[in-house]
């Protein structure tokens, strides 16, 4: 079974950088596809960004431009760069791969 391990997020203040990090257990990032979703205070949860076992990843209009996705297969970890933070940035920020949900990581931007 897929397991999913979030690090990452905490506090910044506006035009900051974070790298959230989603670890992969039980399947290969190489040969599956992960997606990124976020959940801001009190808004239902929406999807974000993916990145597929190959190619481009492939980000919501609502991110571009803000948000990278990088894979490094050999630690099997995606990993999410987020610069140039505003607060309307803060949320709860998943993974989900295979049907499985990482726990979440939560990112604050404020001053």
């Known amino acids: 079974q897929v397991q999913l391990e979030q690090s990452g997020g905490g506090l910044v203040q506006p035009g900051g950088s974070l790298r959230l990090s989603c670890a992969v257990s039980g399947s290969s990032i190489s040969t599956t596809r992960m997606d990124w979703y976020r959940q801001a205070p009190g808004k239902q949860r929406e999807f974000v960004a993916y990145?597929?076992?190959?190619?481009?990843?492939y980000y919501a209009e609502s991110v571009t431009g803000r948000f990278t996705l990088s894979r490094d297969n050999a630690k099997n970890t995606v990993y999410r760069q987020m610069n140039n933070l505003i607060p309307e940035n803060t949320a709860g920020y998943y993974c989900?791969?295979?049907?499985?949900w990482g726990k979440g990581t939560q990112a604050t931007v404020t001053t």
């Open positions: 989900y791969v295979q049907y499985q």
């Open positions: 990145i597929p076992s190959g190619g481009s990843a």
